[in-house]
């Protein structure tokens, strides 16, 4: 099923339904779906054919979801770029992608002229001011509509080629075709239905694929989707109040700052009714937190990735309740399941594995694979990445895990980021949660370091809260120790004021590598 037939079957029930709310303009599905079909008339006579990629170089607004369904309706390949791109990763993801047309933003155009000379044949497309010698994305919504592709038997065709984010060197074009999006929202998603009415309030980046399955997700429902150009905590607690929002998508560090916001508890966030969180690990007690600050609110985690198309397991909002009065044990029990992520959603399958590919023991770490019919197709011009990666069928997430009894998932770091100390084996994240619960301590990142004795030791780079002083490392290290097998504990703490991080607040341990390893 071609992704513009979501809008096709929203607008035909819909039609005088808000459908994009952006900063002063309201877009309903008549109007969006007539926009639409003008945009993709305008990209045709600029040349765009079936298969070929059209870009945009976008902040979160209309214009991008525009862009996304107008390629999508004529058989061509959508590719979000990372607006936080340095000009040197642009040019690889551009050059890699070939796009013949680029949608850019007016506050990136000097960013695209600085590297025109290094990219070839693409027509650009100004968004915002007129830019000479570039057409106007305004004015192209003046051509005769057009969606004229052949939608049947395309589900295997490319739909997407989304970047992968690039916290570990250059980044990969990750190939997702019209049934990574169909497949897993037909599964997952409720259709349109003209007696239901929600909002949904977008703030993870379109160019990432939570916030692209989102739009999609949310255009075969029929929300009205509020876009929130980037995120800024008070804007986003205005924007709630405001419109009476419903869901809401965010990572860790969105929900705690918006949580510690002096003016928090001046607004009234009554009508959130579902928060889906995910892309980096939530911390015990910002959950906790979160849901007592929200009482009328379920909560979602859910983890995937780009390679699978968004949510490949999920924390049911029945986990996130404990009830008061549970015995001890189980209130452990729940506590405990609030730090993993849940359980395989029914449209994949989910193991984990050791390196042979068997089977791993319940509270065995291994290796989490997927397999399914919406998971990539493999990665754009990497052969050998695609086939170290999908083996026999089965997608090698790279991130590792284990199961409890009852077919809970837990996470245990990223294979490449295992700490090898000695021929024993070691999850950074383990240490991580460790070092967390102190009642000091904001965050905090483990590495490993090279050692002469054991290969690797672990360090941990940790943050403090503005509340408390500082500790001294020793007692980090003993209060470690404590609670983890001796050879787990850090043998080494080094305090920073932040983590780096990516858009989606994952920590960055290629920097931290680079930087603290010495």
């Given at each position: 099923?071609?992704?513009?037939?979501?809008?096709?079957?929203?607008?035909?029930?819909?039609?005088?339904?808000?459908?994009?709310?952006?900063?002063?303009?309201?877009?309903?599905?008549?109007?969006?779906?007539?926009?639409?079909?003008?945009?993709?008339?305008?990209?045709?006579?600029?040349?765009?054919?079936?298969?070929?990629?059209?870009?945009?170089?976008?902040?979160?607004?209309?214009?991008?979801?525009?862009?996304?369904?107008?390629?999508?309706?004529?058989?061509?390949?959508?590719?979000?770029?990372?607006?936080?791109?340095?000009?040197?990763?642009?040019?690889?993801?551009?050059?890699?992608?070939?796009?013949?047309?680029?949608?850019?933003?007016?506050?990136?155009?000097?960013?695209?002229?600085?590297?025109?000379?290094?990219?070839?044949?693409?027509?650009?497309?100004?968004?915002?001011?007129?830019?000479?010698?570039?057409?106007?994305?305004?004015?192209?919504?003046?051509?005769?509509?057009?969606?004229?592709?052949?939608?049947?038997?395309?589900?295997?065709?490319?739909?997407?080629?989304?970047?992968?984010?690039?916290?570990?060197?250059?980044?990969?074009?990750?190939?997702?075709?019209?049934?990574?999006?169909?497949?897993?929202?037909?599964?997952?998603?409720?259709?349109?239905?003209?007696?239901?009415?929600?909002?949904?309030?977008?703030?993870?980046?379109?160019?990432?694929?939570?916030?692209?399955?989102?739009?999609?997700?949310?255009?075969?429902?029929?929300?009205?989707?509020?876009?929130?150009?980037?995120?800024?905590?008070?804007?986003?607690?205005?924007?709630?109040?405001?419109?009476?929002?419903?869901?809401?998508?965010m990572v860790p560090t969105m929900l705690k700052q918006i949580m510690e916001h002096p003016e928090f508890s001046?607004?009234?966030?009554?009508?959130?009714?579902?928060?889906?969180?995910?892309?980096?690990?939530?911390?015990?007690?910002?959950?906790?937190?979160?849901?007592?600050?929200?009482?009328?609110?379920?909560?979602?985690?859910?983890?995937?990735?780009?390679?699978?198309?968004?949510?490949?397991?999920?924390?049911?909002?029945?986990?996130?309740?404990?009830?008061?009065?549970?015995?001890?044990?189980?209130?452990?029990?729940?506590?405990?399941?609030?730090?993993?992520?849940?359980?395989?959603?029914?449209?994949?399958?989910?193991?984990?594995?050791?390196?042979?590919?068997?089977?791993?023991?319940?509270?065995?770490?291994?290796?989490?694979?997927?397999?399914?019919?919406?998971?990539?197709?493999?990665?754009?011009?990497?052969?050998?990445?695609?086939?170290?990666?999908?083996?026999?069928?089965?997608?090698?997430?790279?991130?590792?895990?284990?199961?409890?009894?009852?077919?809970?998932?837990?996470?245990?770091?990223?294979?490449?980021?295992?700490?090898?100390?000695?021929?024993?084996?070691?999850?950074?994240?383990?240490?991580?949660?460790?070092?967390?619960?102190?009642?000091?301590?904001?965050?905090?990142?483990?590495?490993?370091?090279?050692?002469?004795?054991?290969?690797?030791?672990?360090?941990?780079?940790?943050?403090?809260?503005?509340?408390?002083?500082?500790p001294d490392s020793g007692e980090l290290i003993e209060y470690c120790r404590e609670r983890l097998a001796s050879?787990?504990?850090?043998?080494?703490?080094?305090?920073?004021?932040?983590?780096?991080?990516?858009?989606?607040?994952?920590?960055?341990?290629?920097?931290?590598?680079?930087?603290?390893?010495?």
């Open positions: 099923m071609n992704i513009s037939e979501f809008l096709t079957l929203a607008e035909a029930v819909v039609p005088e339904r808000d459908a994009i709310i952006f900063e002063n303009s309201h877009i309903n599905y008549r109007d969006l779906k007539d926009r639409i079909a003008r945009l993709a008339g305008a990209l045709s006579d600029l040349g765009l054919r079936e298969g070929d990629r059209v870009a945009t170089l976008l902040v979160n607004r209309p214009e991008m979801v525009e862009t996304a369904f107008a390629a999508s309706g004529l058989g061509a390949v959508f590719v979000p770029l990372n607006f936080r791109a340095r000009a040197e990763e642009l040019t690889f993801m551009i050059g890699d992608a070939n796009p013949s047309i680029l949608v850019v933003e007016e506050r990136y155009y000097s960013l695209v002229e600085e590297i025109l000379p290094n990219i070839e044949d693409v027509s650009i497309i100004g968004v915002g001011s007129p830019h000479a010698g570039w057409p106007s994305y305004a004015a192209l919504l003046s051509h005769p509509a057009k969606l004229e592709a052949d939608l049947s038997d395309i589900n295997d065709d490319l739909a997407v080629l989304m970047f992968t984010a690039g916290t570990t060197g250059t980044p990969k074009a990750v190939m997702l075709t019209h049934e990574s999006f169909s497949s897993y929202i037909l599964a997952n998603v409720e259709p349109v239905d003209p007696e239901i009415s929600e909002s949904n309030l977008l703030t993870v980046p379109l160019y990432h694929i939570a916030g692209l399955q989102a739009v999609i997700a949310g255009i075969y429902a029929g929300r009205t989707l509020i876009v929130q150009r980037q995120f800024e905590p008070q804007e986003w607690m205005t924007l709630i109040q405001e419109f009476r929002v419903q869901r809401a998508m001046s607004f009234n966030l009554s009508s959130l009714e579902i928060i889906t969180y995910g892309a980096a690990p939530m911390p015990l007690e910002i959950i906790r937190r979160a849901i007592e600050e929200f009482p009328g609110c379920r909560f979602i985690n859910a983890f995937g990735q780009t390679e699978t198309a968004s949510t490949i397991t999920m924390l049911a909002p029945e986990d996130h309740e404990i009830p008061v009065g549970l015995p001890s044990n189980e209130q452990e029990m729940r506590l405990r399941r609030l730090t993993s992520i849940g359980k395989p959603l029914p449209d994949v399958e989910v193991r984990i594995v050791d390196e042979f590919g068997s089977d791993v023991a319940p509270e065995q770490i291994g290796e989490l694979v997927a397999r399914g019919p919406r998971l990539m197709k493999g990665y754009w011009n990497q052969a050998e990445a695609t086939q170290a990666t999908i083996r026999s069928g089965w997608l090698y997430t790279g991130d590792l895990g284990y199961s409890d009894p009852d077919g809970y998932i837990y996470l245990a770091g990223r294979a490449k980021d295992t700490i090898k100390r000695g021929g024993e084996m070691i999850s950074p994240e383990e240490v991580e949660n460790v070092l967390r619960s102190h009642v000091a301590v904001d965050d905090a990142a483990v590495i490993g370091i090279p050692d002469a004795e054991w290969g690797e030791t672990v360090r941990a780079i940790v943050t403090i809260r503005s509340d408390h002083t500082q050879f787990k504990k850090p043998g080494s703490v080094i305090f920073v004021d932040e983590l780096p991080r990516n858009s989606l607040g994952k920590v960055l341990k290629r920097s931290l590598r680079e930087k603290f390893s010495a």
